[in-house]
Nanobody, 123 residues
Framework: QVQLVESGGGLVQAGGSLRLSCAAS????????MGWFRQVPGKEREFVAA????????YYADSVKGRFTISRDNAKNTVYLQMNSLKPADTAVYYC????????????????WGQGTQVTVSS
């Protein structure tokens, strides 16, 4: 069993920055790729970013490329999402998840999910 807890969300003005954290407990995540998704009410969960177990590979949605950076610290069992140049369109609940499948972009490839953290970007 893995518990994932996201933190770092909040209210920020457009152009600002936030750093989300995802702390894992229960079992280690260091042998797994990890991902971040986001969701707004009435829409499907959307892929944001993913990182391989050893940080050698990262993947980003086109909408966040160049603005967001995913990273991880396996010693701390934690994954991060640095979000810069935030836009109102980035407003969503952000979730981290552990990937067990091969496709980083599909939520079906992830098994354990956190409870989410709200990010609100005002214009």
């Amino acid at each position: 069993q893995v518990q994932l807890v996201e933190s770092g969300g909040g209210l920020v003005q457009a152009g600002g920055s936030l750093r989300l954290s995802c702390a894992a407990s229960g079992r280690t995540i260091y042998t797994y790729a990890m991902g971040w998704f986001r969701q707004v009410p009435g829409k499907e969960r959307e892929f944001v970013a993913a990182i391989s177990w050893n940080s050698a590979s990262t993947y980003y949605a086109d909408s966040v490329k160049g603005r967001f950076t995913i990273s991880r610290d396996n010693a701390k069992n934690t994954v991060y999402l640095q979000m810069n140049s935030l836009k109102p369109a980035d407003t969503a609940v952000y979730y981290c998840a552990r990937r067990t499948g091969r496709n980083s972009y599909s939520s079906r490839e992830y098994d354990y999910w956190g409870q989410g953290t709200q990010v609100t970007v005002s214009s």
